[in-house]
């Protein structure tokens, strides 16, 4: 039963749209489709000098600081807002995932293992692969990707060590556009790893790809309401649908766990539509950041402690959060 330990409301029907005059229904409602087509177009068409990462990049900075300034006009939820000490927080998330996590990544990350895989299999027969038109070898490197994604995420609610690395990120209490990078680096760079690049797929295929995760992920994580099309809402995941997902109410958390499409949610009966305003754990209580920074090994030393050492821990003194079925 979802809902009985905090407020959640379930079904589209249920949840406020977006009121005004016509020029802010229809900005509202076809932003984002407007926005992803663009992009697409952008990428498909765009000549090779600048169809590079670091013009992906420059995008993605310059989309995110668009949704900073929605957030602080038209706000979701005015409990959600933003304050200096939030907004400090966040910065330091994301940069800690442009430095630090990245570099890591090139050594150990999807992209290394992959390398080293390859290099011990022979590979040519998914040559064909690569001669499929460009938008289905980007359709595939984000589903491929994403597919990866809902099964991690959903075996970091499921296994107790795993569990440990993601609990940060559900202490979380609003959604705000860097929210995302929000959590304790382990679990960021196991979020992190896919599949798609066994396949080597063309450059421009992975920008177009990086391009549907940049117009349709970002949403997971923003104080903005949008009255998103039937179609979007069935396809792709949402701002609600994340919301669900963050809520104070445990039921809730175990849905919604795909990144963009929320359609492999719905193929496995995770699925929920709706939305949630109270969002964390422990009744909503902020974790710092040393805190987020040592919780995977303190609790984990906790659990070990209690389950081998010589004293066995009261039950009432173990994690704190602890997944189950």
């Known amino acids: ?43 498909y068409y765009a000549p090779n000098s600048i169809a590079v990462t670091s013009t992906a990049i420059g995008i993605g900075i ?30 330091f998330y994301v940069g800690l995932g442009y430095t630090v996590l990245r570099m890591v990544d090139s050594y150990i990350g999807d992209g290394a293992m992959i390398e080293a895989v390859q290099q011990s299999f022979n590979w040519d027969k998914f040559a064909w692969f690569t001669v499929l038109p460009l938008l289905v070898q980007a359709f595939l490197i984000s589903f491929v990707f994403d597919f990866g994604q809902y099964w991690m ?19 979380i209490t609003q959604l705000n556009i860097n929210k995302g990078a929000v959590g304790n680096p382990v679990e960021l760079f196991l979020i992190g790893l896919g599949i798609g690049g066994f396949f080597d ?30 179609w979007w809402r069935f396809l792709f995941n949402t701002t609600e649908h994340h919301s669900v997902h963050h809520s104070q109410d445990y039921e809730a958390t175990r849905s919604n766990y795909s990144g963009t499409w929320i359609i492999i949610d719905r193929m496995f009966g995770t699925c929920v539509d709706g939305e949630a305003e109270l969002l964390g754990m422990e009744g909503g209580r902020r974790m710092s950041v040393a805190e987020t920074m040592l919780y995977p090994f303190t609790e984990g030393w906790k659990s070990i402690k209690g389950r081998f050492g010589k004293g066995h821990l009261d039950p009432s003194e173990g994690a704190t959060a602890v997944p189950a079925e």
């Open 62 to 91: 310059g989309f995110k600081l668009l949704m900073l300034g929605l957030e602080w006009l038209v706000p979701r939820h005015d409990s959600w807002r933003l304050t200096w000490k939030e907004l400090t927080t966040d910065l």
């Open 153 to 171: 995420h959903r075996g970091m609610h499921n296994w107790y060590p795993l569990w440990l690395t993601h609990a940060p990120h559900h202490y």
């Open 201 to 230: 797929f063309l450059p421009r295929a992975a920008l177009l790809a990086g391009t549907l995760g940049l117009a349709v992920g970002t949403y997971q994580h923003i104080n903005v309401r949008f009255n998103s099309p039937k």
């Open 1 to 43: 039963m979802i809902g009985t330990q905090a407020p959640v409301t379930v079904g589209w029907e249920n949840i406020p749209k977006v009121e005004g005059g016509r020029a802010k229904q229809l900005f509202f409602t076809w932003f984002q489709p407007a926005v992803l087509f663009a992009l697409l177009a952008f990428w």
